[in-house]
Every structure is written in structure tokens, then in C-alpha cells.
């Protein structure tokens, strides 16, 4: 079964950058996709950039709020998926989680999540 680690979150002020990290215990290129979801306390779980790694060429999408600020990729050799963040705003704080999508419909794997705070 796949476990996902995150990390790279932290404390950052307003326009700061901050890169994500999450490794896979597993080849990501066996799932269909990676995505990077995040959830502020009170809100609902949204998503907020998503890549699909069962092919070549992949796709990306992202979340209107943060398209042109963030970036997802791949590093298959590494088995880990990146959000890189620039330009952040305060709200873009929330718990960030990795998430990867089994080419079975509905399976899924979610790892632990990792906090992003902006403030000044």
C-alpha cells in the first residue's frame, strides 16, 4: 500500500516563497495521478493543483485562486511530487495534503499533511 510524506511547510510572510514536498513509497508512475489539496480549520478540503503521472505527456490543472503563482511537478527517479509556492498571500494558509489517485476508480491514497502559514 502507498504512503505519502509531506514536508516543507512553515511559517513565510506575504510574497514569500515556500516548496512542498511529498515522497512516495512507491513508483508514482503506476497511479494515474498526483494532486495537492489544502484545508484552512472551518473550510472544506478544496483542490488546489493536480497532475496526471500514469502517461506520457502528463496534464496539469490548478486551482484558479493560485494559477500563475504555484507549480506542481514530478521527479520519478526521486518518487516525489513538489508544489512550489511564490507569491504567497495569507490566505493561502491551510494544512497541505499530497494526494495520489490508483487508476481504479475511487482509490485513492492521502499523506498526513504539512501546515503553511502566511503572515506578517
Known amino acids: 500500500q502507498l504512503q505519502l510524506v509531506e514536508s516543507g511547510g512553515g511559517l513565510v510572510q506575504p510574497g514569500g516563497s515556500l516548496r512542498l514536498s511529498c515522497e512516495a513509497s512507491?513508483?508514482?508512475?503506476?497511479?494515474?495521478?498526483m494532486a495537492w489539496y489544502r484545508q484552512a480549520p472551518g473550510n472544506e478540503r478544496e483542490l488546489v493543483a493536480f497532475?496526471?503521472?500514469?502517461?506520457?505527456?502528463?496534464?496539469?490543472n490548478y486551482a484558479g485562486s493560485v494559477q500563475g503563482r504555484f507549480t506542481i511537478s514530478t521527479d520519478n527517479a526521486k518518487d516525489t511530487v513538489y508544489l512550489q509556492m511564490n507569491s504567497l498571500k495569507p490566505e493561502d494558509t491551510a494544512v497541505y495534503y499530497c494526494?495520489?489517485?490508483?487508476?481504479?476508480?475511487?482509490?485513492?491514497?492521502w499523506g498526513q499533511g504539512t501546515q503553511v502559514t502566511v503572515s506578517s
Open positions: 497532475i496526471t503521472t500514469g502517461g506520457i505527456p502528463s496534464t496539469t
Open positions: 512507491s513508483n508514482i508512475f503506476t497511479f494515474y495521478s
Open positions: 494526494n495520489a489517485a490508483a487508476w481504479r476508480r475511487n482509490s485513492e491514497y
